[in-house]
């Protein structure tokens, strides 16, 4: 930790992280050129430093890919790492069965987990290995949709609900079928419980994955949940929503824990120790906020606009 200096002070003076998260930390670092330690040494203590009262500290694997994003923006063209060893694909049959194991890289690694996930999700009742030999045999022809976000401000940034922060390059022989622009739906409110699939889409590029504290579940196998809940009068807006796993959102819903957000998206949890605790969205779409006596100005700001717009749609101003 010698080249990070900012973040040896804060551990040495709190001891807040394990060496595994510390692990986690250096093995992404290495990856960059010396010259962008100092750089990115401020922004893994900016992520690291609560903005909030009982604000949940960012997750291991959350910080090891925005690290990544950080050397992509800071160093487009870095130096070529060392030739991996060639994909392969080895096969060895018996007289019972044939094994098959096989090394993608690069694109197509995650072409070839889309396959296998959809061959899985089919809705058809053959197992896995019944429904890929279906689709060798060309008996299945499967139809796969991504979604991909690109921010307005980096449109070189790539971003799945399914693996996080991704290379543009991942999908580049795929074909667009249409660009929708979710600013349209941001300060909507929809008249049905279930949200519009642009709602969904704004959610999960806010959100980025569960927002109960410590979960990491990706936005693609999350639900979107209503914070006020719709038989309550929640409506169905950006700011009433939020991505849950099936476990999370079940506790949510049996009231083991109640959630509650600010104009910041920032979700409150208080679970049975009475003990807070605040998550912060993740995802592409989360607006960078300034620090200091201006960040809190503009934060009580966003606040009081927030409350104002959540109690006209509860009905409650007179």
Same mark, same amino acid.
């Given at each position: 930790?010698?080249?990070?200096?900012?973040?040896?002070? &804060? *551990?040495?003076?709190?001891?807040f992280?394990?060496?595994?998260?510390?692990?986690?930390?250096?093995?992404a670092?290495?990856?960059?050129? #010396?010259? =962008?330690?100092e750089?990115?040494?401020?922004? &893994?203590?900016?992520?690291?430093?609560?903005?909030?009262?009982?604000? !949940?500290? &960012?997750?291991?694997?959350?910080?090891?890919?925005? /690290?990544?994003?950080?050397?992509?923006?800071?160093? #487009?063209?870095?130096? +070529? @790492?060392?030739? +991996?060893?060639?994909?392969?694909?080895?096969v060895?049959?018996?007289? @019972?069965?044939?094994?098959?194991? /096989?090394k993608?890289?690069?694109?197509?690694?995650?072409l =070839?987990?889309? &396959?296998?996930? *959809?061959?899985?999700?089919?809705?058809? @009742?053959?197992?896995?290995?019944?429904?890929?030999?279906?689709? =060798?045999?060309?008996?299945?022809?499967?139809?796969?949709?991504?979604?991909?976000?690109?921010p307005?401000?980096? +449109?070189d *940034?790539?971003?799945?609900?399914d693996?996080?922060d /991704?290379?543009p390059?991942?999908?580049?022989?795929?074909?667009?079928?249409?660009?929708?622009?979710?600013?349209?739906?941001a300060?909507?409110?929809?008249?049905?419980?279930?949200?519009?699939?642009?709602?969904?889409a704004?959610i999960?590029?806010?959100?980025?994955?569960?927002?109960? $504290?410590?979960?990491?579940?990706?936005?693609?196998?999350?639900?979107?949940?209503?914070?006020?809940p719709?038989? @309550?009068?929640? $409506?169905?807006a950006?700011?009433n =929503? *939020?991505?849950?796993?099936?476990?999370?959102?079940?506790?949510?819903?049996?009231?083991?824990?109640?959630?509650?957000?600010?104009?910041?998206?920032?979700?409150r949890?208080?679970?049975?120790?009475?003990?807070?605790? !605040?998550?912060?969205p993740?995802?592409p779409?989360?607006?960078?906020?300034?620090?200091?006596?201006?960040?809190?100005?503009?934060?009580?700001?966003?606040q009081?606009?927030?409350e104002?717009?959540?109690?006209?749609?509860?009905?409650?101003?007179?």
């Open positions: 930790m010698t080249n990070l200096p900012h973040l040896r002070a &804060i *551990q040495e003076r709190y001891y992280l394990s060496i595994r998260y510390l692990a986690s930390i250096m093995i670092v290495a990856k960059a050129d #010396p010259t =962008l330690w750089e990115l040494d401020l922004r &893994i203590t900016d992520a690291l430093t609560p903005v909030t009262a009982g604000e !949940v500290m &960012i997750q291991s694997s959350t910080l090891s890919k925005r /690290i990544a994003a950080w050397i992509k923006e800071l160093d #487009p063209e870095p130096t +070529p @790492e060392p030739t +991996p060893k060639e994909d392969y694909v080895h060895h049959t018996t007289d @019972e069965a044939t094994y098959v194991r /096989i993608i890289s690069g694109p197509n690694r995650l =070839l987990n889309d &396959i296998i996930t *959809q061959l899985k999700d089919t809705d058809t @009742e053959d197992s896995l290995p019944e429904a890929l030999m279906a689709f =060798l045999t060309e008996k299945i022809h499967l139809k796969i949709t991504k979604y991909l976000f690109t307005h401000k980096h +449109p *940034q790539a971003w799945s609900p693996y996080g /991704i290379d390059e991942a999908y580049a022989n795929a074909t667009l079928v249409c660009a929708k622009n979710l600013d349209e739906v300060g909507a409110t929809e008249k049905s419980y279930t949200p519009s699939e642009k709602m969904k704004l999960r590029a806010r959100d980025g994955h569960c927002r109960f $504290p410590g979960c990491c579940v990706p936005a693609s196998k999350c639900q979107v949940d209503h914070i006020i719709w038989a @309550e009068g929640g $409506p169905t950006a700011w =929503l *939020q991505l849950l796993c099936q476990r999370h959102h079940n506790m949510k819903t049996d009231g083991r824990f109640t959630a509650d957000a600010n104009g910041l998206a920032e979700i949890w208080i679970g049975p120790m009475d003990v807070p605790a !605040v998550t912060r993740t995802g779409l989360v607006k960078a906020m300034p620090r200091g006596i201006w960040g809190q100005v503009l934060r009580d700001r966003i009081a606009r927030f104002r717009i959540r109690d006209r749609a509860l009905n409650k101003e007179d």
